[in-house]
């Protein structure tokens, strides 16, 4: 054990600092897993698979990026993310379900590092707000904007007009 001044402090007192300071103990706690939400019966899935235990939906296994923190996550009380499907300068690009409504939408999340410019979260209120008022075939429906629990902000919008300009693009 050594800390500034164990040479001057007795043996005891060195067992009694340990306990005071909180030191790692040498055995380091495994982190759990997130929970993943079921999208059809809604319901915790605890058991590791491919499918739900309660229903036998197949659970999305993410997109291959373990470090995305929202891929096979429940947010904003209502989408479950299933992959990323792009990402761009100023955020990411979801494919998550509607939970309450049982529809897929298309989420897209403002980057956290981009919080702390005041005119680049202002920007993506316009986005949102603009976006909504467009009622065109080939424009995105925006069915919400918010601010799920860790503060990120988001738009929903609807695939359609998505699934279009793919299928006539390629």
């Not at 982190?31 to 491919?50: N, S, Y």
């Not at 429906?141 to 359609?160: P, S």
Request: proline share 6%; net charge negative.
């Amino acid at each position: 054990m050594s800390f500034a001044g164990a040479e001057l402090v007795p043996e005891i007192a060195k067992s009694q600092l340990e306990e005071v300071w909180d030191l790692p103990s040498p055995v380091q706690p495994v982190e759990p897993k997130r929970p993943i939400i079921c999208a059809r019966c809604k319901r915790q899935v605890t058991i590791e698979g491919l499918f739900c235990a309660f229903c036998g939906t197949a659970i999305p296994q993410g997109d291959g990026t373990p470090d995305d923190p929202y891929v096979g996550r429940k947010v904003a009380d209502k989408y479950f993310i299933h992959e990323r499907i792009g990402s761009g300068g100023m955020g990411q690009l979801y494919r998550a379900t509607d939970l309450t409504l049982e529809r897929t939408v298309v989420l897209k999340m403002l980057n956290r590092v981009l919080f702390t410019d005041p005119s680049i979260v202002q920007r993506f209120h316009q986005e949102a707000r603009a976006a909504s008022r467009l009622n065109h075939p080939n424009s995105v429906d925006i069915l919400e904007f918010g601010e799920i629990e860790d503060g990120t902000l988001f738009i929903a919008a609807n695939t359609k007009a998505m699934i279009f300009n793919w299928r006539t693009n390629t």
